[in-house]
């Protein structure tokens, strides 16, 4: 068997004057970066941030917005189901009990999503974790002049307004972002996407709008009336 030999060839002493070095700076050190150019990349680096974050958070909000008013057509679909078996009749604010609007929805809603079970986060927006006062659950809340007049009494097949009292269906609101369980007026309106709020509408559209393309909203004097009322609201 040949013996192994290793071919590698050395340098020798008297070649090694002729080895190609990296020549040395003004200093005799190699070249690093000066602080011109890690300035330059700085600002570059800076700038480049300053043109990006925007964008990602524009579209966070998009999303966000998307996923709000999907859980409100969710809410609208459940509605209509509740609607459809109370004889044509709109869920209420103030329910008997103390029940409100979202607590008498809630077995709608796991039917329309199909998931058996109240899906998390269906009464939230995900722009905010703070609940509204005097809603311990939902970041929606109902049109507070609907029903505002009648007995709530305990059957939901017989009590409030009907869908044909409503005048307007494709201008007139059943749910909303909300601060507060019911929208009142302007300052019950929440908006949570860079100036306009996601609103669904009697009609079954979703809609996000800026507040003051809604009618005007006076206390204790509503923009509409059921079309069987005759006489104006005090």
Not at 27 to 40: D, K, N, P, S, Y
Request: aromatic share 8%; with cysteine.
């Amino acid at each position: 068997m040949t013996p192994f030999k290793n071919t590698s060839r050395r340098i020798k002493p008297a070649d090694r004057e002729n080895v190609q070095m990296i020549p040395p700076g003004p200093h005799g050190q190699r070249e690093a970066f000066t602080l011109i150019e890690m300035l330059v990349v700085i600002a570059i680096l800076a700038l480049l941030a300053a043109l990006i974050i925007p964008s990602i958070s524009r579209a966070m909000d998009s999303a966000q917005a998307r996923k709000c008013m999907s859980n409100l057509r969710n809410i609208n679909l459940a509605h209509q189901m509740y609607m459809t078996e109370n004889n044509g009749r709109i869920v209420y604010g103030r329910g008997h009990g103390g029940q409100q609007f979202y607590d008498d929805l809630e077995p709608y809603l796991i039917s329309v999503t199909a998931q058996g079970k109240l899906p998390e986060g269906i009464w939230r927006c995900p722009s905010t974790t703070e609940l509204p006062p005097g809603n311990t659950r939902s970041h929606f809340g109902k049109n507070g002049y609907i029903n505002e007049t009648t007995d709530p009494g305990s059957d939901p097949t017989t009590r409030g307004w009907t869908l044909l009292m409503i005048p307007n269906p494709a201008e007139i609101f059943a749910f909303g972002e909300s601060t507060f369980r019911e929208i009142r007026n302007y300052g019950h309106i929440a908006t949570r996407h860079r100036g306009r709020a996601n609103m669904s509408y009697f009609d079954g559209s979703i809609r996000a709008v800026d507040p003051a393309e809604l009618p005007a909203f006076h206390h204790r004097r509503p923009p509409f009336r059921p079309v069987t009322q005759k006489s104006g609201w005090n």
